[in-house]
């Protein structure tokens, strides 16, 4: 959700008439992506990194995400889409903590979509808290793999994205989801978060399903020989595919 201060800087305008107008287009991309059935999608509203920001702005940020739950959690709830907070709420108000866990709690049986909001996120922070918790289970070290830390993330429960999409020319993942975007595609456009709308979604999900995603390994097709793969890590291409169909954003 990149590059709502530009957009307003662009129109003579404060940042916070920018992030207001970004926050005005989250239902309309949650719509679309809704048309192609995606099941989960998550937007990166602030990052543990944003609290450096000038303190009115943070102020104003948080305001917004109250205004946004207000003004959104009922039309969630009744298309069916489940809300889910990424990051640490404890920094933010009593209130706004509140709101945030009574928007989880209305929509948590929906099963149409799950979207998922990183608010006060950080990939970082979120492996170390995973590493922690570890520890602090006493896990044996020949127990701990890929499942031991992806269990223990925020994201525990919910796939890995299969596309990240960023807005405003960035291209750079800034500390969002390290872990889980692995082996994700990934999408850079130049258009500032308020303008980033259909068509850009469009075009988005129409060149990723002409990418071929390989996960380290080769399709048949590709390959030289037939494949035969007898690594304890080895999954067969196909199968890693069809656990990657559904369009993750």
């Known amino acids: 959700m990149d590059g709502n201060g530009r957009w307003a800087k662009q129109r003579g ?14 239902r ?7 048309d192609y059935g995606v099941k989960y999608l998550t937007l990166f509203a602030f990052s543990t990194e944003n609290w450096d920001r000038p303190r009115y702005e943070v102020r104003g940020l948080m305001s917004l995400l109250s205004r946004f739950l207000k003004r959104e959690t009922q039309h969630l709830h009744k298309n069916g889409i489940r809300l889910r907070h990424l990051g640490d709420l404890s920094p933010l108000s009593p209130r706004l903590q ?3 866990l009574e928007a989880i709690e209305l929509t948590r049986d929906n099963r149409r979509m799950t979207l998922s909001i990183a608010f006060n996120y950080g990939g970082r922070a979120e492996i170390v808290e995973a590493v922690r918790r570890i520890v602090d289970e006493g896990v044996p070290a020949d ?13 525990d429960g919910l796939p890995d994205p299969d596309l990240i999409i960023r807005t405003a020319g960035e291209m750079r993942l800034s ?15 130049p258009v500032y978060w308020p303008d980033f709308d259909i068509k850009h979604i469009d075009e988005a999900l129409l060149t990723f399903s002409r990418r071929t995603r390989r996960f380290g390994g080769l399709p048949p097709h590709e390959a030289d020989a037939p494949v035969v793969n007898g690594h304890k890590n080895g999954r067969d291409l196909a199968e890693r595919s069809a656990v990657s169909n559904g369009h993750r954003a």
């Open 13 to 26: 305008r404060p940042r916070l008439f920018g992030h207001r107008a970004g926050t005005e287009n989250v």
């Open 28 to 34: 309309r991309v949650i719509e679309r992506f809704g």
């Open 98 to 100: 509140q709101e945030v």
């Open 143 to 155: 127990e701990i793999d890929e499942q031991a830390i992806s269990s223990r993330l925020l994201t």
């Open 175 to 189: 500390n969002f989801l390290l872990w889980q975007g692995a082996y994700a595609e990934f999408c850079f456009t």
